[in-house]
Every structure is written in structure tokens, then in C-alpha cells.
């Protein structure tokens, strides 16, 4: 497992988040004009999986269960196309968060019934790492402590079973960027979010050299008036993670948590160029990778090369912000 952990935050290369729910991913077609079917879903997927040469910048991919059981149009599975790019296949075993009962406008993730037996199904699938999404909101008098706490007892639930069945847990804790408040806030929502996370990690005796984190960056909100520069950006993250996050982690893969394309990529970059940090910094993006690939795709087949070359092309560039060398200049190809 810690050679898993630290093959998925290699130099140069991040995570791919292919793992949208059934739901989730047919809102994304329906914005492009494509039609949501198991088909489309699979040939979707298998365009992204077989970008030639994507495992350069790639070295993991989460999967959603149904991607996990599809086979590509040569017979293989989607897992072994994986494979065969060099890319390690993991898989989001949470099912979603729902509302807290109790706490109006809070939210908690499912899915540890039964998780013991599905891990085991899903290495025995290929699978060598696992995620799983907490969502945690911020409003006035949000979040609660009790919000907090319950959802880092899920976190650590859910990494122990999944050390125990030999597979790296991705833990993500995703402070949301929705609403007006300033980065300050943000950033400090997030550190108490972290300090929970990490104190249920210990009590139940999670691995952290075995395991990964999933961080949101800290960001003013959407709606706030005062926006905030890359270098703002990984100055407050990095202040917040090293505040909370032990050394023994491998590596931090930051989610893109509703930022566009390149923004991602600008404030990832900034974060390394500070340097200094005592884990790999890297990426675990879905929309920010996916969404030029996406809209070139329209779910046209006659459109799959350029989608690949859209998506080879974020990839290279988070690749470069890996060790802060990403310039805009890049993004012409």
C-alpha cells in the first residue's frame, strides 16, 4: 500500500477523477447535447482511458462501480485499459451525501454498510485505492462541530476497512466554496475540518503512510466581492495544511472543487513553486481535466480524437504545475 500511495503522487503525474455517479454524469452530458446511456457512459469513459500516452501524466484514475464492470470495444476491461496505460485503477466506495438528521443544511456521507465485502469485490476487480467525499458547507453558524465529527468518523471508518482489505483510502474532507465568504474563512473552516480528520485517523489506527489526502484548496467563495490571487491562494492552503496535516502523508491530491480549468492549474502551480512542503503536492481533478474533453466529445464518435488531444493537453499542463513550471504559454499546446 505505501508503494501504491507513493506511485499515485509520483513527479509530473496526478489522479483523474472519472467517478460521477450516474446522476451527476448525465447532467454533464445533457450540457453538451449528448445522451446519457450505459453505452455513452462506457464510450465516454474508454475515449478518456485510452488517450495515447495519458499515463505519462496520469497515475490513477476513480472509478465509479459501473465503469469498474464495463469492457472497452476491443474486449478488455475499462480496469485492464487502465492498466495497460501504466495507471493505477481505483474506485469511490462512498454512495453520497445525504441530509443530517438534526442539522438543517448539513450533510452526511453513506455507505459503510457492507463496504467490508464491496472492497474486497473491487480488488479482486483491480482496484489497488479507494475515496471517499465528505461535503462539509458554509453558511451562518455553519459548520456544526457535531457535522464535523461525524463525518471524520466516517473518513476513518472507511480508511481502516480499506487498509485492512490491502487498498490505499483517498480521504476526502471537501470544504465547499459555495457563498460569499472571504478566504480567511474558508481557510479557517477547513483547518478545523483537517484537525477532526486527523484526530479519527489516529483513533482508529489508520496507516498514514498508506494513505492519501483529498484537500479542497482554500478559496474565497464563489459570490465573495474580494477575489484572491494564485499566490494568495497557495500561501493561505499551504499554512492551513502544515497546521494540520502530519508529515508522514505522502502526499496532498487536491480536488478542483468547482474551479475552472486553468485556475486549478495556476493555483496548484503556485503551491509548488513556494516549495518547502513535506508532501508531494499534487492533483486529483475531475471537471478541471475533463470538462474541454467533454465539450469536444459532444458524444459525437467522430469527435473522440480531439477530445483526447483536449485531455492530454490538461494533463500535461498539471503535470508541469506538479513541480511549478506550468506557464500560460502551455495552454496553446
Known amino acids: 500500500m505505501e508503494t501504491t500511495a507513493r506511485a499515485l503522487v509520483a513527479p509530473g503525474k496526478g489522479i483523474l477523477a472519472a467517478d460521477e455517479s450516474t446522476g451527476t454524469i448525465e447532467k454533464r452530458f445533457k450540457s453538451v447535447g449528448a445522451t446519457g446511456t450505459p453505452e455513452t457512459r462506457r464510450a465516454y469513459r474508454e475515449l478518456l482511458f485510452t488517450a495515447p500516452g495519458l499515463g505519462e501524466f496520469i497515475s490513477g484514475v476513480i472509478l465509479f462501480d459501473e465503469t469498474a464492470r464495463q469492457k472497452a470495444g476491443d ?38 454498510d457492507g463496504l467490508r465485502e464491496r472492497l474486497a469485490e473491487y480488488r479482486e476487480l ?25 463525518n471524520a468518523h466516517g473518513l476513518a471508518c472507511f480508511a481502516a476497512l480499506s487498509q485492512e482489505a490491502g487498498l490505499v483510502p483517498l480521504v476526502e474532507p471537501e470544504v465547499l466554496m459555495d457563498g460569499d465568504h472571504p478566504l480567511a474563512c474558508h481557510a479557517a473552516v477547513t483547518q478545523r475540518m483537517l484537525r477532526f480528520v486527523f484526530d479519527a485517523l489516529a483513533e482508529h489506527r489508520v496507516r498514514l503512510e498508506a494513505m492519501l489526502l483529498k484537500p479542497n484548496m482554500v478559496l474565497p467563495g464563489q459570490d465573495c466581492p474580494q477575489t484572491a490571487s494564485a499566490s494568495e491562494v497557495a500561501e493561505a492552503t499551504l499554512q492551513c495544511m502544515r497546521r494540520t496535516v502530519p508529515a508522514a502523508v505522502p502526499g496532498l491530491v487536491f480536488l478542483s472543487g468547482g474551479q475552472s480549468d486553468v485556475r486549478a492549474t495556476e493555483n496548484l502551480n503556485a503551491m509548488n513553486r513556494l516549495g518547502g512542503a513535506p508532501w508531494e503536492l499534487g492533483f486529483s481533478f475531475g471537471r478541471a481535466l475533463q470538462d474541454p474533453a467533454l465539450k469536444a466529445w ?36
Open 75 to 112: 474486449g478488455t476491461t475499462l480496469i485492464g485499459t487502465l492498466q495497460r496505460q501504466g495507471i493505477i485503477p481505483g474506485i469511490k466506495v462512498d454512495v453520497g451525501a445525504q441530509a443530517m438528521a438534526g442539522f438543517p443544511g448539513e450533510k452526511l456521507t453513506l455507505g459503510l
Open 126 to 150: 483491480g482496484a489497488r485505492f479507494t475515496k471517499w467525499r465528505a461535503v462539509i458547507t458554509l453558511g451562518t453558524d455553519l459548520p456544526t462541530d457535531p457535522c464535523l465529527r461525524a
Open 298 to 333: 459532444s458524444g459525437l464518435p467522430g469527435n473522440v480524437a480531439r477530445a483526447q488531444q483536449e485531455l492530454l493537453l490538461r494533463a500535461k499542463c498539471n503535470g508541469a504545475a506538479r513541480s511549478g513550471t506550468y506557464t500560460a504559454a502551455m495552454e496553446e499546446g
